[in-house]
């Protein structure tokens, strides 16, 4: 089967007048310096699968993804949507878009904007308030989009990408200005689309979310693709040490700090211990072997966020 | 096709909530009122009907009210857009910049339409009320409503074109202003001290016709009054329309709308979201 999307040895440069006064600051500077968005990145994304594109702000995310949708221009490479070039008649209607800060007229209804993008795409504008329902909006469809908060405009944003059946989402960090409950509910619907066969690409600054929700991982860093694979597998490369807390019993600090000279330990006797994934159990049998001396003991895996930048760190950040 | 419809159903709505429908015909309504109660002095001494009359200072009031009116509903409609944020998802829809434009134009044109045919309907009223031999003019109401829709489309076309070119709304109204001072108030005046410092000679007889069908505006004018017959009934530039046969302003008339909105298109096409 081919790929929903494919994208091999991207690169993408800016003029260095297009970035002008972008960080005030360095407007001077910029206005000569060709930035260079994007790097020869590859990748594959096939029907079903959920990828998050992870990057510090400028490393490239939204560009990719406004590439992806035809809307600006590349330098080299290929880019490949539903076998369509990007932007093409064929490849608009199979990709739906969710782009940040996602806007709209302030003078329509949500349901007068859904109607609208439903005849956009060829579709029963009839179908508005099920759509609006699906993303929790039913009770406000009738308002201006002017008195939305922004969590309800993000949600007329979904509910346009719910539209038709697409066959690729691209979503700009889909879930900024939602409460916890409906980011839930909006990786829910994710799940669905998934589950029919709809290729997603979401970006997120919030690692945990991303975390459970995705099926790859793809980090980006100064226009480069630095790190890509399920969690597990960027944990594995990342080989990050693993903490240990090992809470001694009462009395037995002294002797737990004789076992483990090795570790650290704080005034209330708490021993922590660091050590690779390969040396983990065997470093869980010496503490075994301790018997009544242990308390309690944690196994702390390095964090999301430990990984994301380890793999992410920028020269001179 | 269906995305043009869509987008003019959606930018109509939007049109009436923003109170330009209303803002545009009771411009047109109270514009063409005032003229019809001002033109009534000088039917004595032309030997046409009253309407004929009307219509001839309606066509003066239209050179101005419809350029403005076109340019003020358009300058909006790309660099609003930008500035929103609401441009990058619309392009990723299945519907291209000319279906949006066209969508965009079919909406502002029936809003012009609407204004222009209430405006000029009520001073015909008025004209038919006082002197009910002025219905013979009706077929020249109807021309000054359609060519007043092609000189708005004409205006809407280049109020497209400056807002795809400034993107920001704020340098669009500036643009959208000067286009309207020159092609409207200072061409004619320029032609007018041109034709005064060439008193009768080579300027007045060979280059006022060709520029005066250069100009859209100058355009309409001619045309309406040279197919009333009016000529008479109008002073100032209009008293040349006698010298350009109307085929040449018919052509100009149709013509600019075309290279307006293809100019637009060309414009737009060069937005980058």
Not at chain 1, 22 to 37: H, L, M, S, T, W
Not at chain 1, 111 to 117: A, K
Not at chain 2, 120 to 126: F, I, K, Q, S
Not at chain 2, 174 to 189: E, F
Request: proline share 5%; charged share 15%.
């Amino acid at each position: 089967m081919t790929p929903t999307l494919t994208i091999s040895r991207l690169t993408k440069a800016f003029p260095g007048r297009a970035e002008a006064g972008f960080p005030f600051g360095k407007a001077r500077r910029q206005r000569i310096q060709a930035v260079e968005a994007l790097k020869q990145v590859s990748l594959t994304l096939e029907a079903g699968k959920r990828a998050a594109l992870l990057g510090h702000n400028g490393a490239g995310k939204s560009t990719m993804m406004k590439i992806v949708l035809g809307l600006i221009p590349f330098d080299s490479g290929e880019v490949s949507v539903c076998g369509a070039r990007p932007g093409s008649p064929a490849a608009r209607t199979s990709v739906a878009y969710l782009p940040e800060n996602v806007a709209f007229h302030p003078a329509l209804t949500g349901e007068e904007q859904v109607r609208h993008y439903l005849s956009l795409r060829g579709e029963d504008p009839r179908q508005a308030m099920e759509i609006l329902a699906r993303v929790g909006l039913a009770s406000a469809a009738r308002r201006r989009i002017g008195t939305y908060s922004k969590g309800m405009r993000q949600r007329v944003g979904l509910a346009q990408t719910l539209i038709g059946r697409p066959r690729l989402l691209v979503l700009d960090e889909p879930t900024s200005g939602l409460d916890p409950v409906s980011r839930r509910d909006f990786y829910d619907l994710l799940d669905g689309l998934a589950a029919e066969g709809t290729a997603i690409l979401l970006s997120s600054h919030v690692l945990t979310e991303v975390e459970a929700r995705t099926d790859r991982i793809l980090i980006l860093s100064g226009g480069a693709l630095v790190a890509e694979g399920t969690l597990a597998e960027l944990r594995a490369r990342a080989a990050l040490p693993v903490s240990l807390l090992v809470r001694p019993a009462p009395g037995h600090a002294a002797r737990l700090a004789m076992a483990f000279p090795e570790g650290s330990q704080d005034g209330d006797g708490l021993l922590r211990l660091a050590c690779t994934q390969a040396e983990k159990l065997p470093l869980l049998a010496r503490i075994a072997t301790l018997g009544t001396a242990v308390a309690d003991l944690d196994v702390i895996p390095p964090s999301l966020e430990d990984i994301y930048s380890h793999f992410s760190r920028r020269d001179g950040q | 096709m269906s995305g043009v419809l869509a987008t003019a159903i959606c930018e109509f709505r939007i049109a009436l909530r923003n109170r330009w429908v209303s803002i545009a015909t009771g411009m047109m309504v109270l514009f063409a009122l005032v003229l019809a109660a001002a033109g009534s002095a000088p039917t004595g001494d032309v030997s046409v009907d009253r309407l004929s009359v009307t219509v001839a200072s309606l066509t003066s009031l239209a050179v101005y009210l419809v350029p403005l009116l076109a340019l003020l509903m358009s300058f909006d409609a790309v660099a609003g857009e930008v500035e929103r944020g609401t441009l990058p998802l619309l392009l990723t829809y299945p519907v291209s910049r000319l279906q949006i434009l066209l969508g965009k134009l079919v909406a502002h044109l029936a809003i012009l339409g609407l204004a222009a045919a209430l405006g000029y309907g009520a001073a015909a009223l008025v004209a038919v009320w006082s002197d009910p031999g002025a219905l013979q003019g009706l077929g020249s109401l109807w021309r000054l409503i359609w060519s007043s829709v092609l000189l708005g489309a004409t205006f809407l076309g280049a109020g497209y074109a400056l807002s795809s070119l400034a993107r920001r709304p704020s340098g669009a109204a500036g643009l959208a202003i000067a286009l309207w001072l020159v092609a409207v108030v200072l061409y004619d005046l320029a032609l007018l001290a041109l034709i005064v410092s060439d008193g009768g000679g080579t300027f007045t007889t060979q280059a006022l016709p060709l520029a005066l069908l250069a100009n859209p505006a100058d355009a309409f004018r001619v045309f309406n009054l040279s197919a009333a017959e009016a000529v008479a009934a109008a002073g100032g530039i209009g008293g040349a329309a006698g010298a350009i046969p109307l085929w040449q302003s018919a052509a100009s008339l149709l013509v600019w709308p075309l290279a307006a909105i293809a100019l637009a298109v060309a414009a737009f096409r060069r937005v980058t979201p």
